[in-house]
């Protein structure tokens, strides 16, 4: 299993990002997706995640502005992320809870990371 993490770049602050990340490879089921960031200096953390029943997370801090998204046909997540701010500025790297197979465990995977630059 491999997952694609895309859509990162340099925007300015109050701008938006659209982060795209594809799973390939055997997957029988994904149980959770989801964006996490790491800025220099600091832990890995989670940014919004969503449940195979459509249940989201976010951030305290990007609630409001950010929003995740999937299509579950494409075995494809989305971070649309708006009124983008300084603080933002991270690696961020897509993640995803899944089976293989129908007779695997859940089993975590991670993205390569895509670096979001936010200027003020």
């Known amino acids: 299993v491999q997952l694609q993490a895309s859509g990162g770049g340099l925007v300015q602050a109050g701008g938006s990002l659209r982060l795209s990340c594809a799973a390939s490879?055997?997957?029988?089921?994904?149980?959770?997706m989801g964006w996490y960031r790491q800025a220099p200096g600091k832990q890995r953390e989670l940014v919004a995640a969503?449940?195979?029943?459509?249940?989201?997370t976010y951030e305290d801090s990007v609630k409001g502005r950010f929003t995740i998204s999937r299509d579950n046909t494409k075995n494809t997540w989305y971070l649309q992320m708006n009124s983008l701010k300084p603080e933002d500025a991270a690696v961020y790297y897509c993640?995803?809870?899944?089976?293989?197979?129908?007779?695997?465990?859940?089993?975590?995977?991670w993205g390569q990371g895509t670096l979001v630059t936010v200027s003020s």
């Open positions: 993640n995803a809870l899944l089976r293989s197979t129908i007779r695997d465990t859940l089993r975590n995977y």
């Open positions: 490879g055997s997957i029988f089921s994904i149980t959770r």
């Open positions: 969503v449940l195979s029943g459509d249940t989201t």
